[in-house]
């Protein structure tokens, strides 16, 4: 049964889903304190929370079963991602959620601020009729600059176009042919300050984004400019938009977000040339649906290890194709662990090679498969997905991609070796039919092992009466044997076997195996 905490307000949809669950318990706990948080978080394997919740390194460090951090919503910035990576915790948000809703606030922001329509709306209100003091501009053939082109930029860049704006992007991690398959012109920072009439930001805080928005940024902009904010208050420098708003630098501004939330006292309220609304952007019935049932079952998904959606500190893709990958991921993971008990001292370097249809897209599922596998039986942090690539360089393992190494011929195939202080080992394993794992070579044996069960790996010299001997002291402790399977480099030369066993023999067993003679290494693994 996994244990879910809900500390921010989500909707019926989602707690429908939740219900639903028969391996599922769940305790709604809004506003809590982050000392009744602290207090409470132990007991639960998964959070799930809005922007109201921070979940910083305490929690984390609180959380000793928390698997899994659970975002309702885009923006992670309230989540300690580095101190739940290094715990090896999955932090997942939902992206597509409500990306249309708040592209849409964005657009009725610009529009709004552009034609006055709160300040026109407030004066007929009052009994007035002022409508030369509410002349506005229009969007056509306006330039709109988009600071983040994301999904919820290019959506903002879709709609835009329709009003006939020209539109410039900035985003150092969006390709030429993305932007210009958008009808975008993909430009730096300081052409996109320089020439847009507008501009609207779309970008996640990081460190490199907070305070975008700044005296020295704003001083670039065209004079007359019209900024909107409906992503996160911390990209904006609230004390020089404010200072820019009152000289005319910035015209107005359109702001749905705040460096703190509820924002009293804030620099930009009351100011004759500001809209204001109050966090809005997701604010739809669509959204709220949206968001409720998406991040409920993706942690739900996640919890059961089905599929893990929308992860933000993932060391690999994990979208829908995971289901293909997942097998392929159990099989690098064996083989690390096949690594690790056989390698006579601890590995340095590890080589990864894959080979078929996946590719590419298999290289970083596998080498984080693979890490768990090698770490998870000799560091005492609990080792998963998301901690095993910075545990692994915690403890002085190197991994690279290579290619041309010496292996057998399949289709498909998944290969590594590992290095440790005056040796190595490669050892490659394959899928039949696309499900069933097995272990093909061995240095240079040729093998066919199912890596499941409980196995004994024995080296030995390929010599008559090596197996009777073996067996007879397996029968002698109540130790069926359900397959052997052995490759060796000649006849007569030296044997590597897997003998796959129906229970567990003791260590007096193992340690009668180790004596015979012909044996020179034995080692019991359970997969």
């Keep these: 049964m996994y244990r879910i905490i809900v500390t921010d307000k989500l909707g019926d949809a989602g707690l429908k ?69 290094a715990r090896g915790i999955i932090v997942m948000n939902t992206p597509l959620a409500n990306a249309v809703a708040t592209a849409e606030q964005a657009l009725a922001l610009m529009l709004a601020v552009s034609r006055h329509t709160a300040a026109a709306h407030a004066s007929l209100l009052a009994g007035e009729w002022r409508r030369s003091e509410f002349v506005g501009q229009q969007l056509y053939r306006k330039v709109l600059g988009i600071i983040g082109f994301g999904r919820i930029g290019r959506i903002v860049a879709k709609r835009a176009l329709s009003f006939g704006m020209e539109i410039l992007a900035y ?43 700044n005296e020295e940024t704003i001083a670039r902009m065209k004079d007359g400019v019209i900024l909107i904010n409906s992503a996160r208050g911390a990209l904006v420098n609230e004390e020089a938009l404010a200072a820019a708003l009152k000289s005319g630098k910035i015209a107005a501004a359109a702001v749905d977000v705040y460096s703190q939330e509820p924002p009293r006292g804030n620099l930009l309220i009351g100011l004759p040339n500001v809209l204001h609304t109050p966090h809005l952007g997701a604010s739809t019935i669509e959204a709220q649906r949206n968001v409720a049932t998406q991040i409920a079952d993706q942690v739900l998904d996640a919890l059961r290890g089905t599929d893990f959606r929308n992860t933000i500190n993932m060391p690999f893709h994990a979208g829908p194709d995971f289901a293909t990958l997942a097998p392929h991921m159990l099989l690098a993971e ?94 490659s394993g394959v899928l039949f039919g696309g499900s069933e794992p097995r272990l093909v070579q061995i240095n240079d044996y040729r093998i066919d092992v199912n890596p499941e069960g409980i196995i004994l790996i024995m080296q030995s010299q390929d010599r008559p009466g090596v197996i009777g001997k073996i067996g007879s002291i397996l029968a002698e402790n ?50």
């Design 334 to 427: 064996k083989m690390g662990i096949l690594q690790a008990v056989m390698a006579p001292t601890p590995i340095r370097k590890v080589e990864l090679e894959i080979r078929g249809e996946l590719g590419d897209r298999l290289v970083r599922p596998a080498a984080a498969a693979l890490l768990k596998g090698l770490l998870e039986r000799s560091v005492s942090d609990s080792v998963n997905y998301i901690n095993a690539p910075v545990l692994a360089e915690e403890n002085g393992i190197k991994i690279s991609q290579t290619k041309g190494m010496n292996v057998v011929d399949y289709p498909n195939l998944i290969s590594c070796r590992v290095h440790w202080q005056d040796g190595q080992r490669l050892l």
């Design 17 to 85: 889903r939740l219900n639903q669950a028969e391996d599922i318990k769940y305790d709604i706990r809004l506003q809590l304190g982050k000392e009744e948080l602290l207090a409470t978080i132990a007991e639960y394997d998964a959070i799930i929370v809005r922007s109201g919740t921070h979940v910083d390194a305490d929690v984390i460090a609180a959380g000793k079963n928390l698997r899994l951090i659970g975002r309702a919503g885009i923006g992670v910035d309230n989540i300690d991602i580095r101190a739940a990576s």
């Design 478 to 527: 109540a130790v069926n044997i359900a397959s052997w399977r052995m490759g060796r480099t000649s006849p007569g030369g030296e044997a590597l076997s897997f003998i796959s066993l129906d229970n567990e023999p003791s260590q007096e067993a193992i340690a009668a195996i180790r004596e015979v003679p012909a044996v020179n290494n034995a080692d019991l693994i359970s997969l």
């Design 171 to 213: 985003d150092p991690f969006v390709s030429e042919e993305i932007a210009q398959e958008h009808g975008v012109l993909l430009v730096d920072l300081n052409d996109l300050l320089s020439q847009a009439d507008y501009i609207t930001l779309h970008t996640t805080s990081t460190p490199e984004t907070r305070g975008i928005i």
